[in-house]
């Protein structure tokens, strides 16, 4: 398990500059040691089924006893107009100092001033316009990860928001607007846990690390009708690993800090960033304070690469409380599942409902991660403060409209795999065997089509589809995962294992990408393009 930092040169060491390199060869110098250095901690870590694929970074301050500050909600944000059937909202990117570990003011890069980014609530089928404004200092890129979006706005990797007219350096030559841009979201989809984050191509990663992520929670009228949780028993929990330098500023060890050339990021961190600092909701292992009442937690992992097995353990009892799933990736599930602990891949979500009804005041429920170990055992702790009447029943039944795609009707099958190979004779992450080139097509699709993928990987990769949802047929040579229930765009693709999957490529005709959610694999080259025609 891959848990303990190793002995390298500092992160925060200068980057050496190669001006004439290629992107490739960048990538390529940065992962070259892969092999030798890297690969078999991964290997040995996802085998024995536990933890992540990537390497932890050690935080230089002195980390605080955890369950010491309560957990805040981002705030929910309130559109600028409504009008014509749409919902304007506008939102600054601008860095904040904020205090995430207690004691030490960390520069993040916000959406709208906080971290995460503030909450965008909306309606299935009514247009949302956020217009976005970069004020940081290199480009950056907006995707709603699991809108099902036009391509103009589904933040292609190419498509920049540049900070200014005079602004040089790496680019791509993708779809550029200068200062502000303006993404519209159909929302012609069921309601579900969304979330927007920064995709701007070979810089995700330390993007999302520094702080671009936030909730958009969509709604429909069937959700609507269940006696579900809501106001302060609704709460929507993003949970990310961090690390942190001497100044209690974010620690990632990118090959260039300032983040425009070369991309990438040094040995042995290639793999994948795992920080030893656990937060939720931007602040470090925070308390919650609760009723004994039924709440509703939509959890979303927002880490770079680390997954998580939730587990919900009472103190001084010898039994968790249960995790009941409700709704997965792309909204409500057809009933109810139980489940005694919750496995989270890098950006799946997970919307469940958990019962303290049957606790009295004082008692302490802690989150724990069975993946973690050390400072990355714990995620945050309920107290439970108030004695309530709550009569809310877990309903039997959730959605009535949950269609299964028919094998059937799949018009063909595709092979995917995901896996290290040498890049110009140095090691990188693949699909099918290429790196990722804006120009080349993985697979052209029919608007309408239903097609079925197999993914296969050689470590943990938490494979995601732009614009379209799927269904889980089945993991090697068995049926469905216990969490792959509903409607998915992110799968917990795990060491030597083929998934199947069943797409139908609804929505709109145009360039999407398919890539690895681990962010480091994604920014040295596990990404593909797939054509909707």
């Keep these: 398990m891959n848990e303990s930092a190793p002995n390298e040169p500092g992160p925060n060491e200068p980057a050496p500059r190669h001006p004439g390199l290629s992107?490739?060869?960048?990538?390529?110098?940065?992962?070259?040691?892969?092999?030798?250095?890297?690969l078999g901690v991964p290997a040995l870590a996802g085998w024995r089924g536990q933890s992540s694929t990537g390497t932890q970074l050690r935080s230089e301050i002195p980390l605080p006893p955890p369950f010491q500050r309560p957990m805040v909600l981002p705030p929910v944000l309130t559109p600028s107009s409504r009008a014509d059937g749409a919902d304007l909202y506008q939102l600054r990117q601008y860095p904040v100092p904020v205090e995430v570990v207690p004691g030490y003011r960390t520069t993040a890069w916000t959406y709208g001033g906080t971290f995460p980014g503030p909450t965008i609530r909306s309606r299935a089928g009514r247009r949302t316009i956020v217009e976005h404004t970069n004020e940081l200092p290199v480009p950056t890129v907006v995707h709603l990860h699991g809108g099902v979006t036009p391509p103009e706005d589904d933040g292609y990797p190419t498509d920049l928001i540049l900070p200014d007219e005079t602004w040089q350096g790496y680019g791509h030559g993708g779809d550029t607007t200068v200062r502000t841009r303006s993404y519209e979201y159909p929302l012609q989809q069921r309601g579900a846990t969304l979330w927007y984050h920064d995709h701007r191509m070979d810089f995700t990663g330390p993007a999302v690390w520094r702080g671009l992520a936030g909730f958009h929670l969509v709604t429909d009228p069937e959700e609507e009708r269940l006696?579900?949780?809501?106001?302060?028993?609704?709460?929507?929990?993003?949970?990310?690993?961090?690390a942190f330098d001497t100044q209690g500023q974010f620690l990632y060890p990118s090959l260039d800090p300032g983040l425009i050339d070369p991309p990438g990021v040094r040995h042995p961190y290639e793999s994948g960033m795992l920080g030893d600092v656990i937060l939720v909701n931007g602040r470090?292992?925070?308390?919650?304070?609760?009723?004994?009442?039924?709440?509703?937690?939509?959890?979303?992992?927002?880490?770079?690469a680390r997954r998580y097995r939730l587990r919900f353990e009472v103190d001084g009892e010898e039994v968790d409380l249960p995790i009941i799933q409700i709704g997965s990736d792309h909204g409500l599930l057809a009933g109810p599942v139980r489940h005694e602990a919750l496995t989270l891949a890098p950006a799946e979500r997970f919307d469940v409902l958990v019962d303290f009804r049957s606790l009295r005041p004082g008692a302490q429920v802690r989150v724990v991660n069975d993946l973690g170990a050390g400072s990355t055992a714990d995620v945050m702790r309920f107290d439970v403060t108030?004695?309530?009447?709550?009569?809310?029943?877990?309903?039997?039944?959730?959605?009535?409209?949950?269609?299964r795609l028919r094998v059937a009707d799949a018009v063909r099958t595709r092979a995917m795999t995901f896996r290290s190979q040498p890049i110009d004779g140095m090691h990188g992450w693949v699909v099918n065997g290429r790196p990722f080139d804006p120009d080349v097509t993985h697979a052209t699709v029919e608007l309408g089509s239903t097609e079925i993928w197999e993914l296969t990987g050689d470590f943990h990769h938490p494979v995601h589809l732009h614009l379209s949802p799927f269904q889980v047929l089945g993991r090697s040579t068995g049926g469905p995962g216990p969490f792959d229930a509903g409607w998915k765009d992110?799968?917990?693709?795990?060491?030597?294992?083929?998934?199947?999957?069943?797409?139908?490529?609804?929505?709109?005709?145009?360039?999407?990408?398919?890539?690895?959610?681990?962010?480091?694999?994604e920014d040295m080259m596990m990404m593909a393009n797939f054509d909707v025609v």
Excluded: K
């Design 386 to 403: 108030r004695q309530v009447s709550d009569e809310r029943a877990v309903p039997d039944m959730l959605s009535t409209r949950l269609e």
């Design 227 to 242: 006696d579900l949780p809501h106001g302060e028993r609704e709460l929507p929990l993003a949970l990310m690993d961090r």
């Design 490 to 521: 992110t799968i917990d693709l795990r060491p030597a294992e083929t998934a199947r999957i069943i797409v139908r490529f609804d929505g709109y005709r145009g360039r999407y990408v398919f890539h690895c959610h681990n962010l480091e694999h």
């Design 284 to 304: 470090a292992w925070p308390y919650h304070q609760v009723d004994t009442a039924l709440y509703r937690l939509r959890f979303l992992n927002a880490s770079n």
């Design 23 to 38: 992107r490739r060869a960048a990538i390529g110098a940065g992962a070259g040691v892969l092999a030798a250095g890297v």
